[in-house]
């Protein structure tokens, strides 16, 4: 089972920083993976699909990067609602998720 | 505007079994794949089972391969989700997720979760 690693665990940061959010897997995913965005509360929403294609709908501050076994989340100028915990997820073999980083004001 | 909804709360005892449903409106059933993700209290997503595009059927993961089962009546444009020998640790909000089966006329196999359902809380409890 392919297994993902997500880091940090927290990040703390204000309105209007950056956020850079780690995923690293234990084998090669190619670029299939996603990321999602869980406020409390409520479901999961994607963001991301196929390592760096934003869904229908999301903001171009949310971008992603990365092939392989290593991939990148970055929210640029964070927004008040951007505040949230963010979940990456591969498709290779079958699905797994990552444990979530929590992005905290 | 695909909109899932998903059957109301539950309690089961250990050892019992628990069907949860997936109405769609918006969009055909038929027209779509459903994945099935859990959450248990404070922790993270765990993903359950789900339609293969590539394989051209259901798949499960192997934690719960045996005891999970997923069905869809496409006449009611219902999908569902069974899961068998209920233990405490089952006790999770479950979700069901949408994704279009083609997108631009092509097979979509690289977009998952489009949408989901408001989650349905399963408790296990004595």
């Known amino acids: 089972e392919i297994v993902l690693t997500q880091s940090p665990a927290t990040l703390s940061l204000s309105p209007g920083e950056t956020a850079t959010l780690s995923c690293r897997a234990s084998?090669?995913?190619?670029?299939?993976l996603a990321w999602f965005q869980q406020k409390p509360g409520q479901a999961p929403k994607l963001l991301i699909y196929?390592?760096?294609k934003r869904a229908t709908g999301i903001p171009a501050r949310f971008s992603g990067r990365g092939s392989g076994t290593d991939f990148t989340l970055t929210i640029s100028s964070l927004e008040p609602e951007d505040f949230a915990v963010y979940y990456c997820?591969?498709?290779?073999?079958?699905?797994?998720f990552g444990p979530g980083t929590r992005v905290d004001i | 505007q695909v909109q899932l909804v998903q059957s109301g709360a539950e309690v089961k005892k250990p050892g019992a079994s628990v069907k949860v449903s997936c109405r769609v409106s918006?969009?055909?059933?038929?027209?779509?794949?459903m994945h099935w993700v859990r959450q248990a209290p404070g922790t993270g997503l765990e993903w359950l089972g789900g339609?293969?595009?590539?394989?051209?059927?259901?798949i499960y993961s192997q934690k719960f391969r045996g005891r999970v089962v997923l069905t869809e009546d496409t006449s009611t444009d219902t999908a569902y989700m069974e899961l068998s020998s209920l233990k405490s640790e089952d006790t999770a909000v479950y979700y069901c997720?949408?994704?279009?089966?083609?997108?631009?006329?092509?097979?979509?196999?690289?977009?998952?979760?489009?949408?989901w359902g408001q989650g349905t809380l399963v408790t296990v409890a004595t």
């Open positions: 084998q090669t995913i190619f670029n299939y």
């Open positions: 997820l591969q498709r290779s073999d079958p699905f797994t």
């Open positions: 997720s949408a994704s279009y089966k083609t997108i631009s006329g092509l097979v979509n196999n690289a977009v998952n979760f489009q949408h």
């Open positions: 918006g969009y055909r059933l038929s027209e779509l794949f």
């Open positions: 339609f293969s595009p590539e394989e051209d059927e259901n």
């Open positions: 196929e390592a760096t």
